[in-house]
């Protein structure tokens, strides 16, 4: 490989992110802007949204994960399958799902098999769609708002796991007033970087 040639992030394999376009075509489609406008994992980073690639094969025994776990105190693990077959309720929590919330804890999704879109929206409100793939783990941070959408393949397995007895509660939008909310907003919207603050909406 020619030295000046950039590394691929392999998270890029089974995580990407891009500006959403703003049909209301199918919620399943990628609903990519012409031209296509990629967000990096380093951009999401920076509106507090953290992502790994893992070893789904071998969740059970994996290293890493086991890591992940200890340092950040995620003593809870379950499984959640969204598919119209698997998903008791289907019809009503998909709804539910891409109904735009947050919550006051993290979110944090492992795919170990199918795929599925979490849509978060960046400091100017707008949606960034981001594909979370088979070995994708990602953390949304408690207070972000955002939803979730099966892709045109109708099935994704995610691991769930959290800090302590699970809250999955969704606090549909507007709930800015949450402490939730006003912490994720000082720490990523209005961030200070050196003397400025960055105002979102400037
Ligand atoms: C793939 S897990 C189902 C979606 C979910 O739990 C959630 O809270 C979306 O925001
Ligand atoms: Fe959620």
Same mark, same amino acid.
């Given at each position: 490989?020619?030295?000046?040639?950039?590394?691929?992030?392999?998270?890029?394999e089974?995580i990407?992110?891009w500006?959403?376009d703003?049909?209301?075509?199918?919620q399943?489609?990628?609903?990519?802007?012409?031209?296509?406008?990629?967000?990096? =994992?380093?951009? %999401?980073?920076?509106?507090?949204?953290?992502?790994?690639? !893992? +070893?789904?094969? &071998? #969740?059970?025994?994996?290293?890493?994960?086991?890591?992940?776990?200890?340092?950040?105190?995620?003593?809870?693990?379950?499984?959640?399958?969204?598919?119209?077959?698997k998903?008791?309720?289907?019809?009503?929590?998909?709804?539910?799902?891409?109904?735009?919330?947050?919550?006051?804890?993290?979110?944090?999704?492992?795919?170990?098999?199918g795929?599925?879109?979490?849509?978060?929206?960046?400091?100017?409100?707008?949606?960034?769609?981001?594909?979370?793939?088979?070995?994708? =783990?990602?953390? %949304?941070?408690?207070?972000?708002?955002?939803?979730?959408? !099966? +892709?045109?393949? &109708? #099935?994704?397995?995610?691991?769930?796991?959290?800090?302590?007895?699970?809250?999955?509660?969704?606090f549909?939008?507007?709930?800015?007033?949450?402490?939730?909310?006003?912490?994720?907003?000082?720490?990523?919207?209005?961030?200070?970087?050196?003397?400025?603050?960055?105002?979102?909406?400037a």
């Amino acid at each position: 490989m020619v030295a000046t040639e950039k590394m691929q992030d392999p998270r890029e394999e089974v995580i990407q992110a891009w500006y959403m376009d703003d049909s209301d075509e199918d919620q399943r489609l990628p609903h990519h802007r012409e031209p296509k406008e990629f967000v990096s =994992l380093d951009q %999401l980073t920076e509106l507090g949204v953290l992502s790994w690639r !893992l +070893d789904a094969d &071998n #969740y059970e025994t994996d290293e890493e994960l086991k890591k992940i776990r200890e340092d950040r105190g995620y003593s809870y693990m379950d499984f959640c399958e969204v598919s119209p077959e698997k998903l008791p309720n289907y019809e009503e929590k998909i709804k539910s799902f891409f109904e735009e919330h947050l919550h006051t804890d993290e979110e944090i999704r492992y795919a170990v098999a199918g795929s599925g879109y979490f849509d978060v929206r960046d400091r100017n409100e707008r949606w960034i769609r981001v594909w979370l793939k088979k070995g994708g =783990l990602i953390v %949304l941070p408690a207070g972000i708002y955002h939803r979730f959408t !099966l +892709d045109t393949n &109708n #099935y994704i397995k995610a691991m769930r796991l959290f800090v302590g007895d699970p809250v999955w509660t969704p606090f549909n939008r507007p709930h800015d007033h949450l402490p939730a909310r006003q912490e994720y907003v000082k720490a990523f919207v209005h961030k200070e970087t050196g003397d400025h603050a960055v105002d979102a909406a400037a």
